[in-house]
Structure formats: C-alpha cells, structure tokens
Nanobody, 117 residues
Framework: QVQLVESGGGLVQAGGSLRLSCAAS????????MGWYRQAPGNQRELVAQ???????DYGDSVKGRFTISRGNAKNTVYLQMNSLKPEDTAVYYC???????????WGQGTQVTVSS
C-alpha cells in the first residue's frame, strides 16, 4: 500500500514561517509530480505548489513569492517552506503524488496549518 506521511503543521502568528515535509513509501510506478494542496472550511481544494520529476514548479497565485517547494535528498520526499504566513493560509494541507500511469494520484492524511492574526 502506498503511504504519504506529512509533518510540520502547527499554529503560528501572522508573519511567521512553517516548513512542511512529505515522504512517500510503498510500491508504485513512475512519479510525474509531487506537491501540496490545501482546503479551508467552506472552500474548494486548491493547488498550493507542485514540483515535477524534472524539477519544474507550479504555484497557486495566492502563495507566489511567499512559499517555496523543493525536493529532498531522499527519494520521493518533498518540502514546502511557507514564509510571511497570513490568516488566509489557514487550512488543512494535503501532500499529493501524481503517477505517470493511469493518471493515478495518492494523498496524505493532511496536516493542519493555523495562522492567527
């Protein structure tokens, strides 16, 4: 069974920083991309950032210039550095992994990020 494990969420004040990490384990095929999505109560799930197997990146408009996604030294590991956090960033953040075959996607359980004003 494929498993994505997230860590690094928590409670911070506006203007602060957090660093999220995600590691994928198990048996799976070729990876197209890994990244982060978030969902706040009453809102749609939205892309935060993703990084492809050749290190191309995509960011949601609301986080550009503040968040940075990167790949770790370990296989299938991804990080999200979040700076200048705003209360609007409060959400559950989900790690996502996209495979090449069958447009298959895997999701982590989610980690809560809360930003107080």
């Amino acid at each position: 069974q494929v498993q994505l494990v997230e860590s690094g969420g928590g409670l911070v004040q506006a203007g602060g920083s957090l660093r999220l990490s995600c590691a994928a384990s198990g048996t799976f095929g070729s990876v197209r991309a890994m990244g982060w999505y978030r969902q706040a109560p009453g809102n749609q799930r939205e892309l935060v950032a993703q990084i492809t197997s050749n290190d191309g990146t995509d960011y949601g408009d609301s986080v550009k210039g503040r968040f940075t996604i990167s790949r770790g030294n370990a296989k299938n590991t991804v990080y999200l550095q979040m700076n200048s956090l705003k209360p609007e960033d409060t959400a559950v953040y989900y790690c996502n992994m996209k495979l090449v075959w069958n447009a298959r996607q895997y999701w982590g359980q989610g980690t809560q990020v809360t930003v107080s004003s």
